[in-house]
């Protein structure tokens, strides 16, 4: 809260918000004409201080959106790690065609197929806005108390399954094996009936990382998930999630055909090195063929998941008219993932900063600002599974967004003022939107994070 001295207020003057003592005790409404009797009664009270509540998410954002972000390069060049010799230009005769660098990539954009995706998007035959009885509705979340130990596990298990099966999936479209799209539905039907009951652990699990071989199929897991939550916080029909999930699972895989040289290049890239690049929404098209029973807006996620709203992205520079609106979701759920992820050659962002990110991208016309509002519904400005410190010196760990207050999620308390870690017994909650007085200053990076344990708070 930011305070205002008692001595400002004249008898006359109205006022435009209301005022708190110091404990959250409405003392004058908003719209009253003050006269001297309020004044002569606060100063009896020995109150010569009152406090306003700041529309905290308002004033958080607008400190954001002051500083331009411009450091794109990291988002847009996934340096993963992926299987070696994918087999796929071998065994896909209009992949062997294919030649390097500009050449190469002013071939592939000459297909029928991008023909097709474009002619649809150009004349607006794609289905890509809410229908359907929103899956948001359907939403009963638990809460902490009612999250067994079993069932912790049991969740955790689900998703160290589910990363050997996208491994699978990947490593087989690499090689350009056939994939059942029935799998594909089944393992994020599973997610999705967590998600109904407890989504917030679903967030939280999307804090599971590896800086190893895993990371390719650990980043596509997780942008699944986010996607999910994304997209039902949009307002998408249960069977339009199961759609736009798929699409995220599926998003890069065109990059499996990037040499690897490329991919894990620690310089500069040269101008062809970065057309190969530019190629790899376009290879996934080809690659998405190998996939029986793939819902029809898949390819528009996996060919547009690198555009950006005011068209300075790739392939083909489309603008927001121009790009699939589960594109867009996807988007957001991508690059969040990627900058709060470790790698290699640099340490994991704060989840705050990965949030900050998203946010001033939208304000630079990057990227759609409803999907990224959606995502802070959500998963607040602190997102959700994150570590953060109060004001107080307490520890806490996000887990539940607060709406639209971003700045005052609802925080699992792990640890006391003076840093002691309380033990699974003594661990207990806040909102922040009715705690007057305490707030975050700041989110702690990732590798404590790692310390703490991803289902500490849960």
């Not at 806040?430 to 702690?444: H, P, Y």
């Amino acid at each position: 809260m930011k305070s205002i001295d008692v001595s400002t207020l004249k008898p006359g003057q109205v006022t435009i918000q209301d005022y708190y003592d110091l404990s959250g005790e409405l003392l004058i409404s908003k719209d009253v004409t003050l006269t001297e009797r309020h004044l002569n009664i606060l100063k009896r009270r020995n109150i010569f201080e009152l406090y306003i509540r700041e529309s905290g998410e308002d004033s958080e954002l607008n400190k954001i959106l002051t500083t331009e972000f411009t450091k794109l390069d990291d988002l847009e060049l996934d340096k993963m790690n992926a299987p070696e010799n994918p087999k796929a230009f071998e065994v896909m005769p209009e992949l062997r065609e294919i030649r390097s660098g500009e050449e190469g990539l002013k071939q592939l954009l000459l297909s029928d197929k991008i023909a097709e995706l474009d002619r649809e998007l150009r004349f607006g035959h794609t289905l890509d806005r809410p229908v359907g009885p929103p899956l948001k509705d359907r939403l009963e979340q638990i809460t902490a108390n009612m999250r067994t130990l079993k069932y912790k596990e049991e969740v955790q298990v689900q998703y160290r399954h589910a990363l050997k099966l996208v491994r699978s999936m990947l490593n087989g479209l690499a090689d350009a094996r056939k994939i059942d799209g029935g799998e594909i539905r089944a393992l994020i039907e599973k997610f999705l009936g967590i998600f109904i009951t407890d989504r917030n652990i679903l967030m939280n699990l999307a804090w599971c990382k590896h800086e190893s071989e895993e990371y390719i199929y650990n980043h596509t897991l997780n942008v699944c998930l986010l996607s999910m939550n994304i997209a039902a916080s949009a307002g998408y029909s249960e069977e339009q999630v199961i759609q736009i999930s798929t699409g995220a699972l599926l998003h890069d895989v065109g990059m499996l055909l990037v040499p690897r040289a490329i991919r894990l290049k620690q310089a500069r890239l040269s101008s062809d090195e970065w057309f190969e690049i530019q190629k790899h929404p376009v290879l996934g098209l080809h690659i998405l063929e190998k996939v029986s029973h793939l819902p029809e807006a898949v390819p528009y996620v996996a060919y547009q998941i690198h555009e950006r709203e005011n068209g300075k992205g790739y392939p083909k520079q489309r603008t927001g008219r121009f790009i699939h609106a589960f594109a867009k979701i996807v988007q957001c759920a991508d690059i969040f993932e990627a900058v709060s992820s470790p790698r290699s050659y640099r340490k994991a962002q704060a989840p705050y900063q990965g949030m900050e990110i998203l946010i001033k991208m939208t304000r630079q016309g990057l990227l759609p600002g409803e999907y990224v509002k959606a995502f802070l519904c959500y998963t607040s400005l602190f997102p959700v599974g994150s570590l953060i410190e109060l004001n107080d010196h307490r520890i806490g760990k996000v887990v539940a967004a607060n709406g639209m207050s971003f700045t005052k999620p609802i925080v699992s308390i792990i640890s006391d003022k003076a840093g002691n870690p309380l033990v699974p017994a003594d661990i207990y909650q806040i909102d922040l939107t009715r705690e007057i007085g305490t707030q975050v200053i700041r989110c702690l990076p990732f590798d404590t994070l790692r310390e703490i344990g991803v289902m500490k708070g849960f």
